[in-house]
Each structure stands twice: as structure tokens, then as C-alpha cells.
């Protein structure tokens, strides 16, 4: 964790003042919230300050931002000392942020580390010239192209030391540099270059319609036809069976067979298949018991008896409900040995 603290007196300025265009800018960026809610614009005025103060903002500064959007300074001062990307310590003219995290300290960043320690000094300081200061930081989000280090906006990937000095040499020179990887790679590829979707064929536009697409989605749609016929068929059986007479009449009404039954174990709870079939609850005709092994629906419910009518399966019951009885329970591994769940 870093510890974030204003810069010494010696190097704060006396004041500070967006100049003209930065402060028209600020207005407009005030005017895109609600009246009452221009602190809301606190994070991109700093940001604009800390660009107009060579990349760091000094304690005038965040007064100054307080005193334009009418806040207490101790709320803009918890801002710029809360988010990283506010520089509270002057930076050089390159400012290099140095991923430390784990994908790039494996890949070598300590190495870049000590560079930076010997070309530039101790880290948060500037250098001598002013040209550049570095600061390690975590994931800049690169990691595939690890190490690397961010300098000023751009990103530079791939760092070997010797990479690296050369490239704080260049900047150190004003000579131009080239940001992303620098070693022979495009962007995140693997080294050496892409190792699939080579085939030209790909984009030339003469893979469009290979392998006879039309036949495929033409089986496709014959097949999903040929499924949605069979299902309303299927459904169309059933209701028919249904609507027998003597499935009518067989139908055990499941309120009425209730009475006398054993009551579930549970609130909430449903007493056990057995039970609740009639034939464990003594004299049922085959026909009620085949009846009651389909699912309750719509069907069946209409031919439930009338109110106060016992139905037919109400008549035959005449034996007591079954005792409700525990399970077996185990107190040590059956046999001795874990289950073998392929058996489930
Ligand atoms: S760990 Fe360095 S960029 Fe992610």
C-alpha cells in the first residue's frame, strides 16, 4: 500500500489559476450536471490542473478546484489522495509508471526495476535533467505482454533491460519512440507471429457458403418440424385416454382419500408416493391405480365429485393408513467403504 501525502512545502507553489481555455473548459464540464451538483465535475478538474501543472497536483491546486465547485477543500483533498492517478509529488517531463504485479514481476520486471533505479534514481524522485522520475505501481491490465511500464499515456510492453535503457535513452533525448511491444510482435500476439486463422480463404469471401450451408439449416428445420408434430401428437393421445369414461369414473379424488392417511413429517412437506397412492392405502380398483400414477392436470381436476359427493375411491377405502416410518439411518460407511456412485 502506498502512502499518499502532499509534497513538501519547498516544492508547493504559492497559488494556482486554470488559465483562460482551461477554465472555460472546466466551466463546460460544470455545466453538464444538475445546479447543486457541480461537485460532481471534481475528478476531471483535477485532472485538468494536474495537466496544467506539468503532472502533479499541488496543494494550491486542489484548493483551487474546492474553491470552484464550492467544496470543502478536505473533500477534494480525500479525492486527490484516494485515486493513484492524481500525482501528489512533482513527475518528470516522462513519468513512468512501472507494473510491479505478478505476471510482470515473473516475466522480469525486477530487472527494470534496478534499470530505472540506476538511469533515474530512487523511485518518486526526479531526475537531475527533469526528464524523467518512475513509480512502481500494479497491474496496468498488459499483463500478456509482461513486463511493462506506462510513460505518460502510452504504454511500452515486452521490456528487457536492454530494451529498456535504450528507450529512457531516447526519451531522454526527444527522440521518437515507439509505444506497445518492443520486441517483433503485433500487439498481443505470440511471438513469432499468429499461429491460427492463417487461411487466406477466410477473408477472400470465397468461404461463404462452403460445406453447403443451406442443405444443413433446411435438415435443421425439417427435423424441428418433425419434433413439434410428434409432441402434439403425444399430447393429443393423452388427452384423449383422459377423457374415458372409465378414466373418469376409476379417478381417485385425492381430497377425500386423504382423510385417515398418515400426515406429512413436516410443515410443508408432502407425505411419502407411497402414501399418498391409493393403493397403499388398501382396496383400490387397477384402474385407480394406474389412473393415479399420471400426473394431476387440468383434465383431471374436472372430474373431482361435486362438494359434499364422495367419490369412488373415498368408497373403497376401508383399511388404516400405513405408519409412517423412519428411514434407515447409517452411523458409519456402509461396509465399511464409500458408496459406489456409479451405482446412482
Ligand atoms: S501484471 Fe503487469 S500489466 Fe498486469
Request: proline fraction near 8%; charge should be negative; aromatic fraction near 4%.
Amino acid at each position: 500500500m502506498s502512502v499518499r501525502r502532499l509534497a513538501p512545502d519547498h516544492v508547493q507553489p504559492a497559488s494556482f489559476a486554470f488559465d483562460a481555455a482551461n477554465e472555460n473548459w472546466a466551466d463546460r464540464q460544470i455545466a453538464k450536471y444538475p445546479t447543486g451538483r457541480q461537485a460532481s465535475a471534481v475528478i476531471p478538474l483535477l485532472w485538468k490542473a494536474q495537466e496544467q501543472h506539468h503532472g502533479w497536483l499541488p496543494r494550491a491546486a486542489i484548493e483551487a478546484v474546492a474553491k470552484k465547485l464550492d467544496m470543502a477543500p478536505m473533500r477534494v483533498m480525500e479525492i486527490a489522495t484516494f485515486y493513484t492517478m492524481f500525482n501528489l509529488q512533482p513527475v518528470g517531463e516522462h513519468f513512468i509508471q512501472l507494473c510491479g504485479t505478478t505476471p510482470c514481476a515473473l516475466r522480469g520486471a525486477e530487472a527494470i526495476r534496478k534499470v530505472c533505479e540506476e538511469v533515474i534514481g530512487p523511485q518518486s524522485t526526479v531526475s537531475a535533467d527533469g526528464k524523467l522520475s518512475w513509480l512502481e505501481v500494479e497491474c496496468l491490465g498488459a499483463c500478456c505482454n509482461a513486463p511493462m511500464a506506462q510513460i505518460n499515456f502510452d504504454y511500452y510492453e515486452d521490456l528487457t533491460p536492454e530494451n529498456f535503457r535504450a528507450l529512457l535513452d531516447d526519451l531522454r533525448h526527444g527522440r521518437p519512440t515507439k509505444p506497445g511491444p518492443q520486441v517483433e510482435r503485433s500487439c498481443s500476439e505470440p511471438l513469432g507471429g499468429g499461429e491460427t486463422l492463417k487461411d487466406a480463404a477466410l477473408y477472400d469471401g470465397t468461404a461463404v457458403g462452403a460445406g453447403d450451408w443451406q442443405a444443413r439449416i433446411a435438415d435443421q428445420r425439417k427435423a424441428a418440424a418433425e419434433a413439434a408434430a410428434a409432441k402434439a401428437a403425444a399430447e393429443a393421445a393423452v388427452k384423449a385416454a383422459e377423457a374415458t369414461p372409465a378414466a373418469v369414473e376409476a379417478k381417485p379424488a385425492t381430497k377425500t382419500a386423504a382423510a385417515g392417511r398418515p400426515k406429512p413429517s413436516g410443515a410443508g412437506q408432502p407425505s411419502s408416493a407411497s402414501q399418498d397412492t391409493p393403493a397403499a392405502n388398501g382396496k383400490v380398483s387397477a384402474a385407480a391405480v394406474k389412473e393415479s400414477a399420471k400426473p394431476a392436470d387440468a383434465t383431471s381436476a374436472t372430474a373431482a365429485p361435486a362438494a359434499g359427493e364422495p367419490d369412488a375411491a373415498a368408497k373403497n377405502v376401508t383399511a388404516p393408513a400405513l405408519p409412517e416410518s423412519k428411514p434407515e439411518l447409517l452411523t458409519a460407511a456402509r461396509d465399511g467403504k464409500p458408496d459406489d456412485l456409479s451405482l446412482i
